[in-house]
């Protein structure tokens, strides 16, 4: 099946394909999201089925809020790991859930916030000199993660050449089915490379089928709540709500990205005010129910621009997929099955997707690199994003490099002067 329209999609946003097409592609939705979402609540000590359940319920809320207009996912946010991780240990559950909620609090003021001030602002300080690099950072900064998925093996944290061979041969026929298939196979080289990555992985003894065989076949998901204790917890406010600005500006980061794949402006239409309370109301309806915090996926927009596939019927078909699976057991304990060294091997090609999506911005709107401004609004984003300089505050609160590199380039494009004196 050949593009047919003008921003190169297969199925635009509102379109719905066949339904063989549909459960294929939000299959390949399921799987992209399935590594990181799991990884989170196995990090923090939270119940893997339920941050499962959460990424779905959160995505159907999301799609809901922003009337079906932007094809997003919701999974596991990294961001709350070490803030989560403390509480979980220190007093449990109750604990977390109100950091979460907190967490989703912040973003409904900050979209009630844009409602009454507009949008209008945006395009003054995310020009395509600062959109460019930071969408570039966004998929490489995630490219020590797929390394390390691809090298080293997570039960003895040392290096295994078994996974750099399986990571590798996932990252080739990715690659081979991308560029020779065509019509419906054309569209899931991702599902396609993961399936044939897993054979490999297989081949090579890095599956363990111990958990699948004694998994039952259908298993509630163990949901906790805020409301098992009645004491409230403000350590747990004070050191997720924060970091709430720092998801916000990423997540800021993910709308440029989908604007310019898809080639809609999501800024305007359904609006900032509305895609940040779908992300707030995701995190809530998380925290009822067990799980972390949520917020919009970078490899399920990679999965989009490699596809061309756009539609918010795909990502709805993913989120709802992701609820059943939470309920069986068996199929769960399967996908978790799927090693690093699979997932690494496509997120070689996902993140490098990601990345080259900012490069096509910078192209596009043909920003010139021989003006100093540009180069010194640039160059501490690229570097500073990808190479994680971070800030990490004594209370546990960790502003990732991808943030301050948000920050600081909106700082710099603000207050550079247009020319420099050397050029005048």
């Given at each position: 099946?050949?593009?047919?329209?003008?921003?190169?999609?297969?199925?635009?946003?509102?379109?719905?394909?066949?339904?063989?097409?549909?459960?294929?592609?939000?299959?390949?939705?399921?799987?992209?999201?399935?590594?990181?979402?799991?990884?989170?609540?196995?990090?923090?000590?939270?119940?893997?089925?339920?941050?499962?359940?959460?990424?779905?319920?959160?995505?159907?809320?999301?799609?809901?809020?922003?009337?079906?207009?932007?094809?997003?996912?919701?999974?596991?946010?990294?961001?709350?790991?070490?803030?989560?991780?403390?509480?979980?240990?220190?007093?449990?559950?109750?604990?977390?859930?109100?950091?979460?909620?907190?967490?989703?609090?912040?973003?409904?003021?900050?979209?009630?916030?844009?409602?009454?001030?507009?949008?209008?602002?945006?395009?003054?300080?995310?020009?395509?000199?600062?959109?460019?690099?930071?969408?570039?950072?966004?998929?490489?900064?995630?490219?020590?993660?797929?390394?390390?998925?691809?090298?080293?093996?997570?039960?003895?944290?040392?290096?295994?050449?078994?996974?750099?061979?399986?990571?590798?041969?996932?990252?080739?026929?990715?690659?081979?089915?991308?560029?020779?298939?065509?019509?419906?196979?054309?569209?899931?080289?991702?599902?396609?490379?993961?399936?044939?990555?897993?054979?490999?992985?297989?081949?090579?003894?890095?599956?363990?089928?111990?958990?699948?065989?004694?998994?039952?076949?259908?298993?509630?998901?163990?949901?906790?709540?805020?409301?098992?204790?009645?004491?409230?917890?403000?350590?747990?406010?004070?050191?997720?709500?924060?970091?709430?600005?720092?998801?916000?500006?990423?997540?800021?980061?993910?709308?440029?990205?989908?604007?310019?794949?898809?080639?809609?402006?999501?800024?305007?239409?359904?609006?900032?005010?509305?895609?940040?309370?779908?992300?707030?109301?995701?995190?809530?309806?998380?925290?009822?129910?067990?799980?972390?915090?949520?917020?919009?996926?970078?490899?399920?927009?990679?999965?989009?621009?490699?596809?061309?596939?756009?539609?918010?019927?795909?990502?709805?078909?993913?989120?709802?997929?992701?609820?059943?699976?939470?309920?069986i057991g068996k199929l769960s304990a399967l996908i978790e099955t799927v090693p690093g060294a699979v997932i690494g091997g496509v997120g070689f090609m996902l993140y490098g997707v990601i990345a080259a999506a900012g490069l096509q911005v910078i192209v596009d709107s043909k920003v010139d690199y021989s003006k100093k401004r540009n180069l010194m609004v640039a160059a501490?984003?690229?570097?500073?994003?990808?190479?994680?300089?971070?800030?990490?505050?004594?209370?546990?609160?960790?502003?990732?490099?991808?943030?301050?590199?948000?920050?600081?380039?909106?700082?710099?494009?603000?207050?550079?002067?247009?020319?420099?004196?050397?050029?005048?």
């Open positions: 099946m050949e593009e047919k329209h003008a921003n190169g999609a297969i199925y635009d946003l509102y379109e719905r394909p066949p339904f063989p097409a549909l459960f294929g592609l939000s299959l390949q939705h399921l799987f992209s999201m399935f590594g990181a979402t799991v990884l989170v609540p196995l990090l923090v000590g939270l119940n893997p089925g339920v941050a499962i359940f959460s990424s779905g319920v959160g995505t159907l809320l999301h799609m809901l809020i922003t009337r079906g207009k932007i094809p997003a996912y919701m999974g596991s946010s990294f961001a709350f790991i070490i803030p989560m991780g403390s509480l979980m240990k220190a007093f449990g559950y109750p604990a977390v859930g109100q950091g979460v909620l907190s967490v989703g609090v912040v973003y409904l003021i900050v979209a009630l916030i844009v409602a009454k001030a507009g949008s209008a602002w945006i395009d003054r300080i995310f020009p395509a000199s600062v959109v460019g690099p930071i969408v570039m950072v966004i998929g490489l900064s995630l490219a020590s993660t797929a390394a390390q998925n691809a090298t080293i093996n997570s039960a003895t944290s040392k290096y295994d050449i078994k996974i750099f061979i399986v990571a590798l041969l996932t990252l080739a026929v990715t690659i081979l089915y991308n560029m020779c298939f065509k019509g419906f196979m054309g569209m899931i080289p991702v599902l396609l490379g993961i399936i044939t990555g897993y054979i490999f992985a297989v081949l090579f003894g890095l599956v363990d089928f111990s958990r699948v065989m004694t998994a039952p076949w259908f298993a509630l998901p163990n949901f906790n709540s805020i409301f098992e204790s009645s004491r409230f917890y403000p350590s747990a406010v004070l050191s997720m709500a924060p970091l709430a600005l720092v998801t916000i500006s990423e997540h800021l980061g993910h709308i440029m990205v989908l604007n310019k794949i898809t080639g809609h402006n999501f800024f305007k239409d359904p609006g900032l005010s509305h895609t940040l309370a779908g992300d707030g109301t995701a995190s809530i309806a998380a925290s009822l129910v067990g799980g972390p915090s949520v917020t919009s996926y970078g490899e399920n927009i990679g999965v989009m621009q490699m596809s061309r596939v756009y539609s918010v019927w795909v990502i709805g078909g993913a989120a709802v997929l992701a609820v059943l699976l939470s309920f501490p984003i690229l570097v500073i994003g990808i190479g994680n300089f971070h800030l990490q505050l004594s209370n546990g609160l960790d502003f990732s490099g991808v943030a301050l590199a948000t920050v600081i380039g909106i700082l710099l494009n603000l207050i550079l002067p247009k020319v420099a004196a050397s050029e005048k």
